[in-house]
């Protein structure tokens, strides 16, 4: 019990579509959400843990490649923008990291 504090815990949802159903939700009962950047959604208050959504259509494939990484929807361009940002990591960590974002987004975007 207790082991890890609250505010170290943050929750995340990763989705391709936007849940409607669970934003109007949030609306209806008054948990204020922000938008800052297009497909980034932070639930502000009312749950217990920091949250945050992700919907991976509304990202930006420039700025979020790591993101849209765990998607289904990368085209061959954005594949090889996350190759090439892979082969530039060197710390052993950050490599096993990348690796596991890689093994996600190869199962998810195999043809």
């Not at 170290?8 to 409607?20: G, H, N, S």
């Not at 008054?30 to 639930?43: E, H």
């Not at 361009?77 to 940002?85: A, H, K």
Request: include cysteine; proline fraction near 5%; charge should be negative.
């Amino acid at each position: 019990m207790d082991e890890r504090k609250v505010e170290d815990i943050t929750v995340t949802l990763v989705r391709e579509v936007k849940p409607a159903g669970l934003l109007q939700y949030f609306h209806v009962h008054r948990i204020r959400i922000t938008n800052p950047f297009p497909g980034i959604y932070y639930v502000l208050k009312g749950v217990p843990f920091r949250t945050q959504i992700i919907v991976t259509s509304e990202l930006s494939a420039e700025g979020h490649v790591w993101l849209k990484a765990l998607s289904d929807q990368m085209n061959p361009d954005s594949l090889r923008d996350f190759w090439e940002q892979i082969q530039g990591i060197s710390g052993k960590y950050d490599r096993e990291l990348a690796d596991a974002v890689l093994e996600v987004c190869t199962r998810a975007n195999w043809e």
